[in-house]
T-cell receptor
């Protein structure tokens, strides 16, 4: 099976712009989670989607949003970008709603806000 | 969520066993211990998980204390490719699909030739 794929891999945006990141989970996986990773804060949970519904949300402002499509592909959107949004954004999928063998992470999208 | 505490960094000689400790003193009865690792510029990779019994797979062994307040990940014969940041996390299982996971800053393991 192909692994979790994320596009684009690298992105440079300007403050105030918005950005959409895409994640394709492993075939058959219905749960998709998003994480932000920065050197100072480590890996922080953003939100999780299962069957097109957001089930859990981390402590991020409303500028961060996401959605999941019927084929389980997911997108996350960040509006009104700030310099502090520069980070590696990771997507992870798991087979059902349960994490039996853990989540499978994609390679991430490196977002740089200038 | 239960929080975990790990040393910031550790060194290990190549070929020796790497023992990575994790403290999770506030773990709940329905929470599992998971270990992931992240090699530079890649996404985290699942290693192993357990509830209360010791576990072993092709990558590592997990030793959980009887009171479940701490655990140790053991890489039996560390290689240079094991150089990575290792994360210990706890999360509930079978709780309606609760997926929220809290990663700390992990332990940076440096395997030395």
């Amino acid at each position: 099976k192909a692994g979790v794929t994320q596009t684009p891999r690298y992105l440079i945006k300007t403050r105030g712009q918005q950005v959409t990141l895409s994640c394709s989970p492993i075939s058959g996986h219905r749960s998709v989670s998003w994480y932000q990773q920065t050197p100072g804060q480590g890996l922080q949970f953003l939100f999780e989607y299962f069957s097109e519904t957001q089930r859990n949300k981390g402590n991020f402002p409303g500028r961060f949003s996401g959605r999941q499509f019927s084929n389980s592909r997911s997108e996350m959107n960040v509006s009104t970008l700030e310099l502090g949004d520069s980070a590696l954004y990771l997507c992870a999928s798991s087979p059902t709603g349960e994490v039996n063998r853990g989540q499978y992470f994609g390679p991430g999208t490196r977002l740089t806000v200038t | 969520d239960a929080k975990t505490t790990q040393p910031t960094s550790m060194d290990c000689a190549e070929g020796r066993a790497a023992n990575l400790p994790c403290n999770h003193s506030t773990i709940s009865g329905n929470e599992y211990v998971y270990w992931y690792r992240q090699i530079h510029s890649q996404g985290p990779q699942y290693i192993i998980h357990g509830l209360k019994n010791n576990e072993t797979n092709e990558m590592a062994s997990l030793i959980i204390t009887e009171d479940r307040k701490s655990s140790t990940l053991i890489l039996p014969h560390a290689t240079l490719r094991d150089t990575a940041v290792y994360y210990c996390i706890v999360r509930p299982m079978n709780s309606g699909g609760y997926q929220k996971v809290t990663f700390g800053t992990g332990t940076k393991l440096q395997v030395i030739p």
